[in-house]
């Protein structure tokens, strides 16, 4: 029988892709370079150790403990010997216990890791608790009683540090068997009756051996460790003295009170240099193997370019007025992405507006730059964001934070997330509350968090709980309880009803609007499905690729939209009065961010693109009042 | 679950007492054997220790010895084995006689687990304060010239052989005039108890220095990573849209969730603290636990090792519940009834 393959890509495709990632990592880089010294430097000792440790001729008691000098440049130990060639000698055993130790804890625990991983079961769980028992063993002393009961040889030595070094690389070679388990390929060979052993052979080991190579790396530097420590409390083998049993010598023989500095450091400088290289290089391939960005949120955002403070004057302004609001994303050595390009609305109170496109059009960087939470590379890099007349992309991060909440409100994306797990719900509410309304007391705020929880239809006593007893639609209540908590004037509903279903839908839908109306409050509703906010919404913002496609009027859009974008858009909405009607979607996706065509940002996907849309950007024109769409058909038309 | 627990520590412990006993009777240097052929002992304590062990009697049914291996007869009556003599002075609190102290093992280590304790317990408290402190510092600051030294600085003290870093600490703070080993100068208990006192913590300085060096890099890189993790989660993003200080979502929001994995992290750890302790102990001759390891090997005295061994497997699972059941308490997602 045929076998569907493993997606393989040709081994040295992937080797040169792994290279030029390790190459620009320099904690990896600097370990193999240190690897790559020291490895030399055992394979030639004997051609370059100065003297022959082994020899004791011509050695006299004066040359007992003799300080570094051109002879000895490490000086001598106590027996007189060149404690240089010692060194270099020393370098071969450190590693060749290193390697072998590591090479039997990696097959060790490369087999229970995958046999646990992929049996699942009994296997597995009989397999993982005799890993919990090791783990919890203290390894050292029992290498200890072994080793002083048998005899302290090498081979001894190899065999049980190997023996106790294996349950790191169980735990982690289980996991990521478990998911590679569950891949497509595997399901797929499975089902067409493959046997297990082919399996793990051709579509299990592939997958899991990068990271059977980091972890042989970690281990090996363990095993060294190990070894050193074992030599140390002398249990070396003596017919090959390593860097540890230097040590142990020196140490015992009274190095210390001599104040024979030399034969304590070198040898203990050996030990860190081969560690320190392996754990470095280790660490780097883990980089290279799972690049983490490294950012979060409370890293110094980025300036923005046009500082000036400008406010407006409160009484004509809208509430909430965006004015060609431009945001990159600035990464070292890559293209900025132009997230958001030259995009302007206005909001009044009371009004909803939807801001609608598929995931990656720049909605949510809009929306968050509006209170300026944009990943450390997002800078604003154009425009103005008035409240009230304030220019909020001026404003200190201090004085920000009055605003924030306390005037503008976010009903996050995926309320579990957003929630903080090991807080209580009403902890949280209430905290937000007195963050902007310190002097509260404390009763007085218990009994505003079950108000606002009932508000949101959610009993008083589920309070005190924790997100993971919420449902998901509560969890959303929450969310919009919590964002309510200050009384804002605006609330910004980030797809608060994705990931839900359709009656929880329905219902998150209808309480945001009806607290609108209760309350007065100004909603911007982000949403990539233009279904959803019909109902609700006054204006609607079509984004695609960072700009506007279309501004009008909700029922301007539904009748007289004139982007072809929103048009397909309308195409994939399901019409509740044909509802035998297949839904179409758009081929193909949005432009990726950092590559834009240079033409029309639709053009690549535009039914009726022409000529000139591949060419020329179209701008921004006005087809009605308070109707604007960005298309050279639009243009040709008027 | 606590039951459950519980019972787990419980089996783990058996576990650690059967792999004791038959360590020591498999592998060529039986205690007994080897105790009885120590010349330091008088004939009567070795007729006192035949008699305790049974070693008269059969390891355990169907085993005369295990080495060499001789077959016995398997109808003896389980309690009069070797095994369930051992097993049961166990249960008395008898660990057997030291061959170098000619004291019961359990009376010598008995002074020597308070102090290990309390090396244990300074280092780490220290190890875990600077460790999250410093953790905190190079994830908040990542990518900058703080984050890199902490880095680094780091993976160095994580590579450093403890014994060695040891022995450079005690070269350096015999130069300084600290004590080069023990825990009290001699001849000081007739002082009062304030230089006693005084006494004692210049002993504990440089064990617990090392000590902490080791430990506190590899918490500060845990501290880090697991800060990095919280700090790009959506919760941060919402707490700072709360209008909530820098200060504030470190405190409330970060730092108890990126301490979570610490906890188990510490708990995993236990086991190779105990390895850090051994080499600290025997370089400052600090009398404890792993010191006492140490000097039963060259003494070959076997039944101090393996009391030593057995106390110490004992701590660390008792210390690894703990570490358990605090994890559990601390994460509202994890239930225990
Ligand atoms: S400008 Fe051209 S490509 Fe762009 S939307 Fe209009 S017709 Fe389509």
Wanted: a neutral charge; hydrophobic letters at 50%; proline letters at 5%.
């Amino acid at each position: 029988m045929k076998l569907t393959p493993t997606p393989k890509n040709t081994s040295t495709a992937k080797l040169s892709v792994f290279w030029s990632s390790l190459r620009r990592n320099p904690m990896g880089l600097v370990g193999l370079a240190m690897l790559a010294f020291i490895v030399t430097v055992a394979i030639l000792a004997p051609l370059i150790a100065p003297y022959d440790p082994k020899s004791t001729s011509g050695i006299t008691s004066s040359d007992i403990y003799n300080p570094p000098s051109a002879a000895h440049l490490f000086g001598t130990d106590d027996a007189g010997k060149d404690v240089l060639s010692s060194f270099i000698l020393g370098s071969r055993i450190s590693l060749i216990v290193g390697f072998f130790a590591a090479f039997i804890s990696i097959v060790i625990g490369g087999v229970v890791g995958i046999v646990a991983g992929y049996y699942g079961g009994r296997v597995e769980n009989i397999l993982m608790r005799v890993t919990d028992i090791m783990l919890v063993i203290p390894d050292l002393p029992l290498m200890v009683v072994i080793i002083a009961l048998t005899k302290p040889s090498l081979f001894n030595i190899i065999f049980v540090i190997g023996i106790f070094g294996w349950t790191t690389t169980a735990r982690v070679v289980r996991s990521q068997t478990l998911a590679v388990k569950s891949r497509k390929f595997v399901m797929r060979a499975r089902a067409i009756g493959a046997g297990n052993m082919h399996i793990i052979r051709h579509h299990v080991l592939p997958l899991v051996l990068p990271l059977l190579v980091v972890q042989a790396v970690l281990t090996v530097s363990a095993a060294i460790l190990n070894e050193s420590t074992l030599s140390f409390l002398g249990l070396g083998d003596p017919t090959s003295p390593s860097w540890g049993q230097m040590l142990n010598f020196a140490f015992g023989r009274g190095a210390m009170s001599t104040g024979a500095w030399w034969v304590l450091v070198v040898p203990g400088f050996g030990i860190v240099w081969v560690v320190l290289s392996l754990t470095l290089f280790g660490q780097g391939l883990e980089q290279v193997l799972n690049p983490r960005l490294n950012t979060h949120h409370l890293m110094p955002g980025k300036p923005t370019v046009q500082n000036g403070r400008v406010d407006l004057d409160q009484e004509k302004g809208a509430l909430l007025e965006i004015q060609h609001l431009s945001i990159h994303y600035i990464n070292e050595d890559k293209t900025a992405a132009r997230a958001v390009e030259d995009i302007s609305f206005t909001l009044n109170k009371g009004e909803l507006i939807g801001l609608v496109g598929e995931s990656g059009c720049g909605k949510t960087t809009l929306m968050l730059s509006l209170l300026r939470l944009l990943p450390a590379a997002g800078q604003i890099v154009n425009g103005k964001v008035f409240f009230n007349g304030k220019d909020l992309t001026a404003l200190s991060e201090e004085e920000l934070n009055t605003v924030r909440w306390k005037e503008i409100s976010i009903v996050f994306q995926g309320a579990m997330n957003a929630l903080n797990p090991v807080r209580t719900v009403g902890d949280q509410i209430a905290e937000a509350i007195t963050k902007h309304v310190p002097a509260m007391p404390h009763d007085k705020l218990q009994e505003r968090v079950t108000e606002l929880l009932d508000l949101v239809g959610i009993a008083a006593d589920h309070k005190n709980h924790y997100p993971h007893q919420y449902s998901g639609g509560m969890r959303q209540r929450a969310m919009i309880a919590m964002a309510l908590a200050c009384d804002p004037q605006v609330i910004i509903a980030d797809e608060p009803t994705t990931a839900l279903d359709v009656m929880i839908q329905a219902q998150i839908l209808e309480l945001l609007d009806s607290l609108r109306k209760k309350l007065g409050l100004a909603i911007i509703f982000v949403t990539h499905d233009l279904g959803v906010v019909a109902e609700i919404c006054d204006k609607v913002l079509v984004m695609y690729g960072g700009v506007t496609a279309e501004y009008a009027d909700v029922d301007t859009i539904y009748n007289e939209a004139r982007h072809p974008y929103t048009q397909e858009l309308l195409k994939a909405f399901p019409d509740l009065t044909k509802p035998k009607k297949k839904l179409s979607s758009i081929p193909g996706y949005p432009p990726r961010l950092d590559a834009l065509p240079a033409g029309c940002r639709f053009a690549p996907r535009c039914p009726i693109a022409f000529e000139r849309c591949r060419i020329e950007q179209p701008s921004l024109h006005a087809v009605g009042a308070e109707h604007f769409a960005s298309c050279h058909l639009v243009e040709a038309v008027q | 679950m606590l039951l459950k627990r519980l019972g787990w520590a419980l089996f783990t412990i058996l576990f650690v007492v059967i792999l004791n006993f038959f360590l020591f009777r498999i592998l060529p240097g039986d205690p007994a054997r080897q105790g009885i052929r120590d010349p330091r002992l008088s004939l009567e304590t070795i007729n006192a220790i035949r008699v305790r062990f049974g070693l008269d009697k059969p390891v355990i049914n169907c085993f005369e010895t295990l080495n060499p291996i001789k077959i016995g007869s398997c109808g003896v009556n389980p309690l009069d084995t070797q095994f369930f003599i051992y097993v049961g002075n166990l249960l008395k609190g008898d660990m057997g006689t030291s061959f170098y102290y000619n004291r019961p093992v359990e009376e010598v280590l008995g002074e020597r687990l308070w102090n290990t304790i309390l090396l244990i317990g300074a280092g780490q408290i220290l190890a875990i304060l600077l460790g999250v402190i410093f953790g905190l510092f190079a994830a908040w600051k990542v990518r900058t010239a703080l984050d890199y030294t902490a880095l680094i600085s780091g993976l160095v003290a994580w590579s450093l052989p403890t014994f060695w870093l040891a022995i450079i600490l005690l070269f350096w703070g015999t130069n300084m005039g600290l004590p080069i080993g023990g825990k009290a100068t001699p001849g000081m208990s007739s002082y009062p108890f304030m230089d006693q006192l005084g006494d004692l913590f210049q002993h504990l300085f440089l064990p617990t220095l090392a000590y902490t060096i080791i430990y506190m890099g590899e918490y500060m890189l845990i501290m880090r990573s697991s800060l990095l993790d919280v700090l790009a989660e959506d919760y941060i993003m919402a707490a700072k849209a709360k209008g909530l200080s820098t200060f504030q979502i470190l405190k409330d929001h970060a730092l108890k969730n990126s301490m979570l994995p610490l906890v188990t992290i510490i708990a995993i750890n236990l086991g190779f603290t105990v390895a850090g302790v051994i080499q600290i102990e025997t370089v400052f001759s600090w009398p404890g636990l792993g010191g006492a390891i140490f000097e039963s090997v060259g003494r070959k005295d076997y039944p101090l090792l393996q009391g030593a061994f057995l106390l110490i497997a004992i701590c660390v699972i008792l210390a690894n519940l703990i570490a358990d059941l605090t994890y559990s308490y601390l994460d509202p997602r994890v239930q225990v009834d």
